[in-house]
């Protein structure tokens, strides 16, 4: 979620992540790879990222940025990732195999991996995580259970061997261990005591360097800052090209524009405004790819909000959806890069998205019908009464979406057209989530924000961020629905990937009807970078994986 991958986890900023190239074993990063003519690979150096959406933490069990997310996938051993051509392929896991009832997974781990502070990665570590993670899934892990939906145990018969025992068949086994982050049992374990708050209390920043088991450690932490990276000599791979990686955070998308044209960065998500200042300049190279970021409209969806409480009918959650004008947004917001969307399941899933949604039409004659129905007419001031009160609300936006104030400018006139005010309450991303959540994850305070979720090509993540147990997780509606919570154990427990299919269909119904959001657009991937390096690939590696977006190295 930006937020999010996230995300939780955010938000198509370029993050450390790409800078990955090394997880995958003797097909990872080799030094080689740069086309003929292009100059010779270059070991080494200082990869620079710019960056608009910043972290909001580096303790994974509160974390909910794609920044923050997308680091742990170069500092944390995973299973497996994505190969280019989406396939699986292990990273710290050789090779696997399943059982015939597929309920056993059975890992086999490359040897010889060290933490950064010298100690062993073994096994042991996988397991003491899942187990944690299982052990505080309805409270401090909340953020990280979904990864182990159906999962009953891990074991390590020894220091190589993982295996992960189901519940029951599950059809994205793989998918969803591509998030699961192996933390340092010897480090954490002494935070999972009693009721485990203090996981999410614990602050690694202040024990810098994070003990890391990937490919890079984090040595340097700024939020507001420059964030580095460096090669963890330890890693179970080879090495990645790079010895270190920048990540730079900025206010604002112009400053970080200036920065990268006048060399001061390599690698960058191009803000989809700015598209022009860099496709026709030989000194960068620009890659465009299938969006995974959609921006949406969320309701305060709690039925036990206080005020208000005209919000939480559908009927006029759909009014405001026709008062949205997405292709205002595209064009003058997203410069034509982006499209209408009406499900949370990005696009780019292919046949997870409910091919029978649409998003609604932007219709203001409709809506005001719609509010005129349920009875709400407008004061002498053109502004409709409700339940005895104005029709006059906060919407909370973050400081990290790009194009944000424009958009609610566009969806603020349109409101104004339907007899609804609208006022921004613009917070930085931690503060506006808090805010959303208060108070103490209660739900009862906001009414309305604008934000977005990262999906990824399976659809399990972004499907559980509405679930009743995510209240103090992902949720940032406080939407609960104990039928759709029902569909997504469901869901997550089908082998068979058509029938799979029709319950995700008919859970993307299930919230297009509640309508906890109003989905808006859909965001193209576009990123660039200096030709002084090479290596990269088309797309935006907070989605996937260290691996997706190639292999950076300099070129003499």
């Known amino acids: 979620m930006t937020k999010r991958v996230l995300f939780a986890i955010a938000i198509l900023t370029m993050t450390l992540a790409l800078a990955g190239c090394g997880g995958g074993g003797d097909t990872a990063a080799t030094g080689t790879g740069a086309d003929e003519g292009e100059g010779e690979v ?115 018969p020894d220091p190589n061997t993982l295996v992960i025992t189901y519940e029951t068949p599950v059809g994205n086994v793989l998918p969803q261990l591509q998030q699961f982050f192996i933390l340092p049992k010897h480090f954490w374990e002494k935070q999972a005591t009693g009721n485990g708050k203090a996981l999410k209390q614990y602050l690694p920043e202040k024990d810098l360097p994070v003990v890391s088991g990937g ?110 004008n997405r292709d205002e947004m595209i064009e003058v917001v997203y410069g034509g890069h982006a499209q209408a969307v009406a499900s949370i399941v990005t696009p780019a899933a292919g046949e997870w998205v409910n091919p029978n949604l649409e998003p609604e039409a932007y219709d203001i004659d409709l809506a005001n019908q719609i509010l005129d129905d349920l009875g709400y007419a407008r004061g002498s001031d053109g502004i409709r009464m409700a339940n005895g009160h104005r029709m006059s609300y906060e919407i909370i936006t973050p400081d990290s979406l790009d194009g944000i104030n424009r958009a609610f400018e566009i969806v603020k006139t349109g409101l104004a057209e339907i007899g609804v005010e609208v006022i921004q309450n613009p917070l930085d991303s931690t503060t506006a989530f808090d805010e959303i959540g208060a108070p103490e994850w209660k739900y009862l305070n906001f009414d309305m924000a604008m934000w977005d979720w990262v999906g990824y090509l399976d659809p399990n993540f972004v499907l559980s961020v509405v679930g009743c147990d995510q209240y103090g997780g992902w949720s940032d509606t406080g939407y609960c629905n104990p039928d759709y919570d029902k569909l997504y154990e469901e869901q997550g427990a089908t082998a068979d990937e058509e029938k799979r299919k029709q319950i995700v269909w008919e859970m993307q119904d299930i919230l297009y009807r509640d309508k906890p959001y109003i989905q808006l657009v859909v965001l193209d991937t576009i990123t660039a970078y200096s030709t002084n390096w090479d290596g990269f690939l088309p797309g935006s590696l907070d989605t996937y994986t260290k691996r997706y977006l190639g292999e950076p190295h300099q070129v003499g």
């Open 215 to 324: 490919q890079y450690v984090l040595t340097k932490y700024d939020k507001k800052g420059t964030t580095i990276l460096e090669r963890n000599p330890g890693f179970y791979g080879s090495q990645p090209n790079p010895d270190a990686v920048g990540i730079q955070w900025f206010s604002n998308s112009d400053a970080m524009m200036t920065a990268f044209t006048s060399g001061e960065l390599d690698f960058l998500s191009v803000p989809l405004t700015a598209v022009s200042a860099v496709e026709d300049d030989p000194r960068f190279e620009v890659l465009v790819a299938d969006g995974y970021q959609i921006n949406n409209f969320i309701f305060n969806s709690n039925p036990k909000k206080p005020e208000n409480t005209e919000l939480l009918d559908p009927k006029v959650k759909e009014a405001f959806a026709h008062a949205m």
């Open 42 to 156: 270059q070991k080494g150096g200082i990869l620079r990222i710019g960056t608009t959406d910043g972290f909001d933490s580096i303790n994974p069990f509160v974390a909910f940025s794609a920044q923050s997310y997308a680091t742990f996938v170069d500092i944390y051993p995973v299973l497996v990732q994505y190969t280019p051509d989406f396939e699986w392929e292990g990273d710290w896991a050789e090779s696997w195999e399943t059982s015939e009832d597929g309920l056993t997974w059975t890992f086999h781990l490359k040897p010889g991996g060290k933490w950064s502070d010298g100690t062993p990665l073994t096994a042991e570590d996988a397991v003491w995580t899942g187990e944690t993670i299982l052990k505080y899934a309805k409270g401090p892990a909340a953020n990280l259970a979904p990864f182990l939906l159906h999962v009953k145990s891990l074991e390590a």
